[in-house]
């Protein structure tokens, strides 16, 4: 641990003794003390428990699906893969990245049961690393996880305020779809997000159960409308027909290009991690979750975009419609009528928001847990957890004011909003890359694993391996652009962006980062 004394590190750790550390918990309130693995968890790796523990397996299952919300994004995002793949490349691509996130989440949901902390990948990265990179690949990876949900956070706002937008244009054909309004949205939505998340903090274990049941219904009353009301396709055209309508080469180029409409809806299973150190015997529960609300999310997404492929009728129309949103076309070409498509929209705009909801939420828990570690400016401040409010308040406000600075961007452009937003899936490709990456090189080396309660065994290193050939594809797939030749508004911008938050953080490393950040791993305690 030499490196940690030449550090000027102020995180806050538990007292050296391991027995007087458990004491310490047995005096927290009963809301936060977990089981006696949680507090064994929080001793090892040096942490002080100050967030409630008020999440169980049912209510994180409801926050993950809620997160992901991948039925209801997959619809939001649907135009992507029609242009790109058409009905047949969208499904396909669907069920493949379904099963390739499988792989990735069960790989992380090993990590989170061995060091189940907020901080997540680059605690993991911290922890897994060889020694002497542990460092620097750990701040790196924190910096993109930190930017990448505060992306995601300002990018799901913004897509619920433009549905409310399509609807809109939908019924009022007048309507002009200004960008400033999106922008006026926005900030509801993320306000929206902010009560929820502390006045109603001690409320939203409950809530998130209550909006699953809502998000598990609302696939019912969706899909029974598109059955009974749409027209039907053709089966064979349905699964086999591949279009491109962006002018690439081939279909098989374009489907390809397209598989970023099938990420999107099923990214973010890492979000229960940030939420670990709120939850109840995280060790077991937190792999349970991530699993099963992969499993359960990929199915009602891959049954919905299903149904709506079979019920699409004019698929020119649909991609060209002046809502924005295909879905919204396609609800009203199937019930003909307005009040139907509104509240069949409405429930999906209802969904988009709690998603939101959910999302600011995590990225709190993340730039909260790396400022505890000293990885960002204003540290002290940002991982503050307010007495009797035992939630990091600063965090989350800050997470709504990055919210409403971006979503000022798009009254000047849209495109340029949505670059910086595309940082996100790039961002947390990398660090699921960098984490598994970690623990297969520990595989390899046959270094002792740490102790969990969910375990891969034998079948760990084949599925490291698959998770990351997977997200090498997935990372490289996220920069291209949406079809040959691009102009400038066609560009996928994210590598710039991608890049300068690189260089931008290397910066900071070196004239601050690295004199303040030691990383998770300096914190560690070997064992009792």
Not at 190 to 199: H, L, M, P, Y
Request: glycine share 8%; charged share 10%.
């Amino acid at each position: 641990m030499e490196q940690s004394k030449e550090l000027d590190v102020d995180v806050r750790r538990a007292p050296s003794s391991h027995d007087a550390e458990l004491a310490d918990y047995d005096a927290l309130p009963q809301e936060k003390k977990g089981t006696k693995d949680d507090q064994q968890n929080m001793w090892r790796m040096g942490k002080v428990q100050e967030l409630r523990r008020n999440f169980r397996f049912i209510t994180m299952f409801g926050f993950s699906m809620i997160l992901m919300a991948t039925w209801e994004v997959a619809l939001g995002v649907s135009t992507i893969g029609l242009l790109n793949g058409g009905t047949a490349g969208l499904i396909w691509m669907f069920f493949i990245t379904w099963m390739g996130f499988l792989a990735v989440n069960t790989s992380m949901a090993e990590m989170g049961s061995m060091a189940p902390t907020s901080g997540g990948q680059y605690h993991w990265v911290s922890e897994f690393a060889p020694r002497e990179h542990q460092q620097f690949l750990s701040y790196v990876i924190g910096w993109l996880c930190v930017l990448a949900w505060q992306a995601s956070a300002a990018a799901t706002s913004f897509m619920a305020g433009t549905m409310i937008q399509g609807l809109l244009v939908l019924n009022y054909p007048g309507y002009v779809f200004e960008r400033w309004h999106g922008t006026l949205l926005v900030f509801a939505v993320a306000g929206f997000a902010v009560v929820f998340n502390t006045v109603l903090a001690k409320k939203l274990p409950l809530i998130e159960g209550v909006v699953l049941v809502i998000h598990i219904f609302g696939f019912f009353a969706i899909l029974v409308p598109l059955w009974v009301l749409g027209p039907r396709g053709d089966a064979r055209t349905v699964f086999t027909e591949f279009s491109n309508f962006t002018g690439w080469n081939s279909a098989g180029t374009a489907t390809i290009v397209g598989v970023l409409g099938a990420i999107l809806p099923l990214l973010g299973g890492d979000a229960p991690v940030h939420l670990s150190e709120e939850l109840r015997d995280a060790a077991a529960t937190l792999p349970r979750t991530m699993i099963f609300s992969t499993l359960a999310n990929g199915l009602l997404g891959w049954i919905m975009i299903i149904s709506f492929c079979f019920c699409l009728g004019d698929l020119t129309a649909a991609i060209s419609t002046p809502t924005g949103y295909a879905f919204i076309e396609v609800f009203y070409n199937a019930t003909g009528s307005y009040a139907g498509t509104n509240a069949m929209c409405a429930l999906v705009i209802f969904m988009s928001i709690f998603c939101n909801l959910s999302i600011v939420a995590t990225a709190s828990r993340q730039l909260f847990s790396f400022a505890r570690d000293q990885g960002v400016p204003f540290s002290k401040w940002l991982a503050y957890v307010p007495p009797r409010w035992d939630v990091p308040l600063p965090a989350i406000l800050f997470s709504f004011v990055v919210s409403c600075l971006l979503s000022l961007i798009n009254i000047g452009s849209t495109i340029a909003f949505n670059i910086i937003n595309s940082i996100s899936v790039a961002a947390l490709l990398s660090s699921y890359m960098v984490s598994i990456g970690c623990i297969i090189a520990k595989r390899l080396r046959n270094e002792p694993m740490l102790p969990s309660k969910f375990v891969l065994g034998k079948w760990g290193l084949p599925l490291n391996i698959i998770s990351m050939l997977f997200l090498a594809f997935l990372f490289v797939m996220s920069f291209w652009p949406t079809g040959p030749r691009p102009n400038a508004a066609g560009m996928n911008w994210s590598i710039l962006v991608y890049g300068v938050i690189i260089v931008v953080s290397l910066i900071y490393f070196h004239f601050r980062g690295r004199h303040v950040y030691a990383g998770p791993v300096e914190y560690v305690r070997k064992s009792a």
